[in-house]
């Protein structure tokens, strides 16, 4: 089955800096990556994905890229603000599978002000 | 649009009584997905329901978990004779379409189970 590795666990950046986190996946039929955030109390909110045939989506001040031949992915978030703070995941589906999603174990982002 | 609710927010129970946890998804969406979310870890997959069909339920961790979607809409989650490691956050989502290309999943925000 698929195994999404993600880094790193914590996070800390100044307020206005940029955060990038990194994902990797073993299955290379997986074929569709969101990342989703995820605060105190709350469910998990998708905040941008990205399917195999593009290699980088934008939007705004987030955007993610994806090597399908590394088998990795990467979350980009510029201008960080106070209320990015949160828990980030990543996630992968496999082609085939009944569309669960395989997730990473998060990164715990903190905004410094 | 009103999303993905879940109900109890919170459930407190005695080890060895039986829980069921209740989801309503997006109204339509035909895809419904229940995760078990452990204290600082991500989602793990229990089981998916196409309508009322549930076609995959290989995450489910014992026999003591049951789930159900009896007409293709709201569904319960059931515990039976709970355990203090089920304690987690139980997660539901829901997405469009059964087919095709793969959907989003809008996220409910969860029942957070404590065993004692």
């Known amino acids: 089955g698929e195994n999404v590795e993600q880094h790193p666990s914590t996070l800390s950046v100044q307020e206005g800096d940029s955060a990038v986190i990194k994902c990797t996946y073993s299955?290379?039929?997986?074929?569709?990556f969101p990342w989703y955030k995820q605060e105190l109390g709350k469910g998990p909110q998708l905040i941008i994905d990205?399917?195999?045939?593009?290699g980088e989506k934008k939007d705004q001040r987030i955007a993610v890229t994806l090597n399908k031949t590394a088998k990795h992915f990467s979350l980009h978030i510029t201008e960080t603000q106070p209320e990015d703070s949160a828990v980030y995941f990543c996630?992968?589906?496999?082609?085939?599978?009944?569309?669960?999603?395989?997730f990473g174990s998060g990164t715990q982002l903190t905004v410094l002000p | 649009g009103a999303g993905v609710s879940q109900s109890p927010r919170y459930k407190v129970a005695k080890r060895g009584q039986d829980v069921a946890l209740r989801c309503d998804p997006i109204?339509?969406?035909?895809?419904l997905f229940w995760y078990q979310q452990a204290l600082g870890q991500g989602p793990e997959f229990l089981t998916y329901f196409q309508n009322e069909a549930q076609l995959d339920k290989s995450g489910l961790p014992s026999d003591r978990f049951f789930a159900e979607r009896p007409e293709g809409s709201v569904s319960t989650l059931k515990i039976q004779r709970t355990q203090q490691e089920d304690s987690a956050v139980y997660l539901c989502a829901s997405s469009p379409r059964s087919s095709g290309v793969t959907d989003t999943q809008y996220f409910g925000p969860g029942t957070r189970l404590t065993v004692l």
């Open positions: 299955d290379s039929a997986s074929n569709y």
């Open positions: 996630a992968a589906i496999p082609s085939g599978s009944a569309r669960q999603l395989t």
């Open positions: 109204s339509g969406h035909v895809s």
């Open positions: 990205i399917r195999s045939n593009v």
